[in-house]
C-alpha cells in the first residue's frame, strides 16, 4: 500500500522569496518520491494540521481543488497499480507513456521544468489559460493534439466575451502557444499537427483611459443610493478602489482578515494576485 500526502517545504528551505513549495509526497515501502505541484508560498499562508492553503492567500480554494484531485490521481493510480496484481514501486506513479499524456499534466509537467526561469505571476497566468481551456472544453481528459484552429477561435471569441482587450487576449493565447511549441520541441506533436499554424492574431490598439476627478468622486460618495442596495454596494467598492487604487481582482478577494490595527492606525494588508508581492496600505477615514 502506498501513503500519499500534501507536504509544504520537505526540504525545511525557504527560496530567496522567502516561499517553500507544496508538493505530494508518495511513499511505497521505504521508498519515496515527491511531485512537485508548482506551488510556492510563504509559510504563514500554509495550514499544516489541514495540510492545505489558508483562505488569506490568493485563489486559495482554486489552488486547494487542484491539489485536492491531484491526490485524487494518484490514489486512483494506486488502485490500477493494485488491480494489475504485480508488486509495485513509486516510479510506477510518475511514469506515463506520451501517447496518453493529457494536457493538464503535460502543462504542468512545462511549468515545473520551467520553476526557476518562470515568475510566480507568469506561472498564475499560465494557469489561469490552462483553467479557461478546461472550462471550454468541459473536462480534464483530453490530449493537446485534440487543440485545433476551431478551439483557438472559440478560445478567443470566449475571451472577447469577457470584455478583455486585443493585447491581453493575445498573450493569453501566446501562453497556450508555448505549450504546444513545447509538446513539439519534445515529440509529444508532429510541426504539422501545430494548431497555431493557421491562427491570426487580434490587431492591437490602445485602450483609452478614464480617471475621475477628486469632486467626481466625493459626488459619487455622497450620492444617495439607499433605495438599492445592490447598486449601492458597487458604488462603495468603486469609492473605496478610487481611495486605494487596487486591481479589481485583488478588491474582490478581500476579507475582514486583510484588515488590522496598528499603533491605532487601520491597515490593510493583501497579496497582489498579479505580482504574489506583500502590500500594505494605511487606510484613513
Request: positive net charge; charged residues 35%.
Amino acid at each position: 500500500m502506498a501513503k500519499i500526502t500534501k507536504c509544504y517545504n520537505y526540504r525545511n528551505k525557504l527560496n530567496a522569496e522567502g516561499k517553500a513549495q507544496i508538493v505530494i509526497r508518495i511513499s511505497v515501502g521505504k521508498e519515496k518520491k515527491y511531485f512537485n505541484t508548482g506551488y510556492w508560498i510563504e509559510p504563514h499562508f500554509w495550514d499544516e494540521k489541514k495540510a492545505e492553503v489558508k483562505k488569506t492567500y490568493p485563489n486559495f480554494q482554486k489552488i486547494n481543488q487542484r491539489l485536492n484531485g491531484k491526490v485524487a490521481e494518484f490514489q486512483q493510480k494506486e488502485i490500477e497499480l493494485i488491480n494489475t496484481g504485480k508488486p509495485f514501486s513509486v516510479k510506477d506513479f510518475f511514469e506515463t507513456p506520451k501517447e496518453k499524456q493529457n494536457f493538464v499534466d503535460w502543462c504542468e509537467k512545462v511549468i515545473t521544468e520551467r520553476r526557476n526561469t518562470v515568475s510566480d505571476k507568469h506561472k498564475s497566468l499560465y494557469r489561469k489559460v490552462i483553467g479557461e481551456v478546461i472550462a471550454l472544453k468541459k473536462t480534464e481528459n483530453f490530449k493537446i493534439k485534440d487543440l485545433d484552429l476551431d478551439f483557438l477561435y472559440q478560445y478567443q471569441n470566449f475571451l472577447l466575451k469577457k470584455d478583455l482587450d486585443p493585447k491581453t487576449i493575445n498573450k493569453r493565447l501566446q501562453m497556450l502557444a508555448m505549450f504546444v511549441n513545447e509538446a513539439i520541441k519534445t515529440g509529444l506533436l508532429k510541426p504539422s499537427e501545430n494548431c497555431f499554424l493557421d491562427y491570426k492574431y487580434l490587431k492591437e490598439t490602445d485602450k483609452e483611459r478614464f480617471m475621475p476627478s477628486k469632486e467626481e468622486v466625493e459626488k459619487l460618495e455622497s450620492l444617495d443610493l439607499s433605495y438599492n442596495k445592490e447598486l449601492e454596494l458597487v458604488r462603495d467598492l468603486f469609492v473605496f478602489n478610487c481611495y486605494v487604487g487596487m486591481r479589481n481582482e485583488d478588491l474582490f478577494s478581500l476579507s475582514y482578515d486583510n484588515l488590522s490595527v496598528e499603533n491605532g492606525e487601520t491597515i490593510l494588508h493583501f497579496v497582489e494576485h498579479k505580482t504574489q508581492k506583500q502590500n500594505i496600505k494605511m487606510l484613513v477615514f
